[in-house]
């Protein structure tokens, strides 16, 4: 195990980008792992809140690290295809030296912050209102099931009518004692 531990430490110690990278994905999972279980935990809120907030949070934490990684590592791969292939050059550095192994670790460092700052303050939020917006769209077409309220003759009196039974309203229930000499 400790075999392990010393290679990823020893791989990110030569890679920084690839550690902030990771680091990244860690702090978001972490974050909204926070953000969930303080909702689980939160006595203040019901269970049918609890119902929608849950799948939310998980579904945009889900989001901000999905998208970060489908944005950030091609982005990544992109920076150091054309630092390789020459398009992106350093002036009186040598191809293969350590110096330039350098430069191209802080161009794929500034790749790395540069699809973090993207997708987490673009991209995400324009999927996220996207996905929202379909969503609320679904809920507002689902046919929303209207139960028949119960009827205690004692506490609701109805009346039928032309078009079915109609509770009574405290102008109508006046009337109505008073047409049939009840007092109220």
């Known amino acids: 195990m400790a075999n392990f531990a010393q290679k990823i430490i020893a791989n990110f110690a030569n890679d920084n980008a690839k550690f902030l ?3 990244a994905a860690a702090g978001w999972f972490l974050a909204s792992s926070a953000q969930t279980f303080g909702i689980v935990a939160n006595k203040k809120i019901d269970k049918e809140d609890k119902k929608f907030l849950i799948p939310q949070e998980i579904a945009d934490g889900t989001a901000n690290i999905g998208l970060y990684a489908l ?3 091609p ?3 992109l920076t150091e295809k054309m630092i390789d292939n020459g398009k992106i050059a350093f002036k009186n550095v040598e191809k293969g030296s350590v110096e330039f192994d350098k430069l191209k670790g802080g161009a794929r460092v500034i790749a790395s912050i540069t699809g973090a700052i993207i997708s987490s303050n673009v991209l995400t939020p324009l999927v996220r209102n996207k996905l929202g917006t379909i969503a609320q769209r679904k809920a507002l077409h689902q046919k929303i099931k209207v139960t028949e309220p119960t009827y205690d003759p004692y506490y609701q009196p109805l009346f039928q009518k032309n078009y079915g039974k109609i ?3 405290m102008s109508s229930y006046m009337s109505f004692t008073r ?3 009840m007092k109220v």
Do not use: D, V
């Open 179 to 181: 047409n049939h000499g």
């Open 75 to 77: 982005l990544m791969r």
């Open 21 to 23: 990278f990771i680091s």
């Open 167 to 169: 509770p009574l309203k």
């Open 71 to 73: 944005f950030t590592a």
